[in-house]
């Protein structure tokens, strides 16, 4: 099969980019041939792309692309000329110009929407008036003529269900995967907390996201500091892009005079992101909205504990293997969730090994890439 993937493919954008990376690893070693068109702005910097698959980047349109998401002319271009090459046009994400492009030429290639967790509640009410504006225009009609509808999980699920107002018969559940052989060799430890000056003597909280409000550190900050006035010996580290937030997050660290207790580090990739989870005693994450949320996953296949949200993507799987600390989105939850992960060593171990076991049960690569190839396939007119 020929697979184009449409996405903003940028190490910016998170969870989506590397769930394409993994998928199509997977894919090529299949013997498939796998694109990706990516939408982007001066600046940006691309996530790595495997040996074997291509990325074209076309520039976003100055001025229309901040009224509609990642609004590019080169993009349509490029689809004009070229959609009739793929078997299968993948579209992650929705609310953006990527969504619409593929619908906008003459052509009968079938379409694939990931949602990503764009329907759930909380991203509803974000942006709220261009987002009905959209589903009036186009969005749920376009739904309605995908080919397949990819969601992560079951919560995701009903979200798609009370958006449409019935239950397509193209809608499957696949969860992400992870390969988890990455996060089974880290660096040493001690790496990263002598890069930024941490001492070996004070446990490390490591939040890494984009600093986005829908991640809950409008929660996690006051409860931070309110845990660290009674333990000192703790820092929290912010690894991520600035997505709004980051204004927001030095302005209250200033103000309640953390700049010991909370270090801001910027994006990490590669061998530092690993080294932030070799040396993290806990990974924190009390999102209000994720479609499937890939940093969970890797830091939980690098064994580290973690306190977050139900509302990552795969709550069901943490109840049931009790893998995590969950925390209500409340000031006072996240702030008893870090008194009781922290104050626990054997606490910690316990959810770590639990998540482990977890991930590499359900979560392997190998088997969801090959769930969505096989969702492929049935609807790939190369068949």
Known sequence: MRILNICSYSWAIGGPARTIFDNTTQALQQGHQVDILSPITPGDKAYPVPPGARLFECKRTPGVSKVFREFSIELYHFLKMHIHEYDIIHIHGIWHFGSLAPFLTSNKVPKVFTIHGLL???ALKHSQWKKQLVTFLFQKKLLGKAALIHVLNTDEEADVIQYLGYRPGNLVVIPNGMKISDYTDLPPKGTFRTQFGISANKKLVLFMSRLNIKKGLDLLLPAFQRYSLKHPDTVLVLAGPDDGYQEKAEAFIKENQLESGIKLVGMLTDKIKKAALADADLFVLPSYSEGFSIAVLEAMAARVPTLVSERVGFGEYLKKYDAACLTPLTVEGVEQGLLQTLSNSQYRLEIAD??????????????????????????????
């Open 120 to 122: 759930d509640t909380w």
């Open 354 to 383: 639990r998540a482990f076991t977890m991930v590499n049960k359900h979560f392997d690569i190998q088997v969801v890439a090959k769930q969505l190839l096989d969702e492929y396939q049935k609807i790939s007119p190369a068949q």
